[in-house]
């Protein structure tokens, strides 16, 4: 079964970092998309940033160019996202999924893990 479970989130002050952690298991992922997606009160889920499981090519969104960082650990099997100088308006829960599609559209993505909060007070 699998299993994505995100760690890391909670409160920071604006311009402060946050690194969020994305544990997961339950199959080889080497074929698979990772990615980070957002979604605050009352808006949809956006996406946030992807990485290529096999070859570590990564993409950002234009709201996280230049802030923040998505890297992987194959050993560890864990994904992470590291948020640098953020903003009141990165507030949001943070998901992780996994797909096989190369995509910014949330809904080709296969899994999901339960999302982490991060709030970011000005």
């Known amino acids: 079964q699998v299993q994505l479970v995100e760690s890391g989130g909670g409160l920071v002050q604006a311009g402060g970092s946050l690194r969020l952690s994305c544990a997961a298991s339950?199959?080889?992922?080497?074929?698979?998309?990772m990615g980070w997606f957002r979604q605050a009160p009352g808006k949809e889920r956006e996406f946030v940033a992807r990485?290529?499981?096999?070859?570590?090519?990564?993409s950002l969104a234009d709201s996280a160019k230049g802030r923040f960082t998505i890297s992987r650990d194959n050993a560890k099997n864990t994904v992470y996202l590291q948020m640098n100088s953020v903003k009141p308006e990165d507030t949001a829960v943070y998901y992780c999924?996994?797909?096989?599609?190369?995509?910014?559209?949330?809904?080709?993505?296969?899994?999901w893990g339960q999302g982490t909060q991060v709030t970011v007070s000005s």
């Open positions: 999924a996994a797909g096989t599609v190369l995509s910014t559209s949330p809904n080709v993505y296969d899994y």
């Open positions: 339950g199959r080889t992922f080497s074929r698979y998309v």
């Open positions: 990485v290529r499981w096999s070859s570590g090519i990564t």
